[in-house]
């Protein structure tokens, strides 16, 4: 297998615009993590899915920020309007089963203007 | 919110020392996780011990679980400058939100050649 897959690797964009992060998850595996990386921050969990459905979105920073999942092996995370603090390294990851271990992707290095 | 807080922050070792992290928790766990990741990537994921289990190892690491004090020890025997990189423990609590994972912030290993 070839791993948790995001796209794209690097995002430049300016102040309001759109943008949109891409996952695809370990074939078989049926919950999804989607993850904030920052130095300040540390590793903070947004969203995690389990068959497709949202379980907990609480760490979901504010109404800019959407995730979906519209099938087992795909999910995005949409900011909009994005903004200068939004600028971070997210992570998805996937694990066979809530809990348990989880795989990382190489993450998307995000940098709002 | 924070659940694994590692210790120390910061570790410079000698090739072929052994180097030890620590994690403490607050709440009751499901199982205990430790990653890697080595600078610009992502996470790895190194061993998964549980609540009913008091040590586990792999390889040259090493891991201790004790549940009555909410901490565990990571060991990494006989380092190598490959081992360089940021170790982070994440906990699997018990009860609410079971399928995610609550990262600490991390402990910095450097181990120079």
């Known amino acids: 297998d070839a791993g948790v897959i995001q796209s794209p690797r690097h995002e430049v964009t300016e102040m309001g615009q759109e943008v949109t992060l891409r996952c695809k998850p370990i074939s078989g595996h049926n919950s999804l993590f989607w993850y904030r990386q920052t130095m300040m921050r540390g590793l903070e969990l947004l969203i995690y899915f389990n068959n497709n459905v949202p379980i907990d979105d609480s760490g979901m920073p504010e109404d800019r920020f959407s995730a979906k999942m519209p099938n087992a092996s795909f999910s995005t995370l949409k900011i909009q309007p994005s903004e200068p603090r939004d600028s971070a390294v997210y992570f998805c990851a996937s694990s066979f089963s809530p809990g348990e271990t989880q795989y990382f992707g190489p993450g998307t290095r995000l940098l709002v203007l | 919110s924070q659940q694994g807080e590692e210790d120390p922050q910061a570790l410079s070792i000698q090739e072929g020392e052994n180097a030890t992290m620590n994690c403490s928790y607050k709440?009751?766990?499901?199982?205990l996780q430790w990653y890697r990741q080595n600078s610009g990537r992502g996470l790895v994921h190194l061993i998964l011990i549980r609540s009913n289990e008091r040590e586990k190892h792999s390889g040259r690491l090493r891991v201790t679980l004790d549940t009555s004090k909410k901490s565990s020890s990571l060991l990494i025997t006989a380092s190598r400058a490959a081992d360089t990189a940021s170790y982070f423990c994440?906990?699997?609590?018990?009860?609410?939100?079971?399928?995610?994972?609550?990262f600490g912030k991390g402990t910095k290993l450097s181990v120079k050649p």
């Open positions: 709440t009751s766990i499901n199982n």
């Open positions: 994440a906990t699997n609590n018990y009860g609410g939100s079971q399928g995610n994972l609550i």
